[in-house]
């Protein structure tokens, strides 16, 4: 199975950045389809972002469209989620997940067999 650390959360003010990134060891990273939730305070985890396993393909989030941008290196075993224009709704903890395939359940929480620790994203205004 795959391990996934992430990094790169903390305190943001409204309207900056950051990118978090998560580490993949264990099995190939590159069969697997990767994809970022997130669970704000008191809320049930929501889908945020999904990409195939070569990249090819996305699927975004209409909360986040346009602003956060998902990416993968499979030769580095890294996965990114470069997130602008952060918004106070966007504050919650983000985790990195994996599945063996890109399908149409990438964006259900409950299909998702493999999950880091997550990072805590504070947006202040």
């Known amino acids: 199975q795959v391990q996934l650390v992430e990094s790169g959360g903390g305190v943001v003010q409204v309207g900056g950045s950051l990118r978090l990134s998560c580490a993949a060891s264990?099995?190939?990273?590159?069969?697997?389809?990767m994809a970022w939730f997130r669970q704000p305070p008191e809320k049930e985890r929501e889908f945020v972002a999904g990409?195939?396993?070569?990249?090819?393909?996305?699927y975004v989030a209409d909360s986040v469209k346009g602003r956060f941008t998902i990416s993968r290196d499979n030769a580095q075993n890294m996965l990114y989620l470069q997130m602008n224009n952060l918004k106070p709704e966007d504050t919650a903890v983000y985790y990195c997940?994996?599945?063996?395939?890109?399908?149409?359940?990438?964006?259900?929480?409950?299909?998702?067999?493999?999950w880091g620790q997550g990072t805590q994203v504070t947006v202040s205004s």
């Open positions: 997940t994996a599945k063996q395939t890109w399908d149409p359940a990438i964006s259900l929480a409950n299909k998702t067999p493999y």
């Open positions: 264990g099995r190939t990273f590159g069969d697997y389809a």
């Open positions: 990409i195939d396993e070569d990249g090819d393909n996305k």
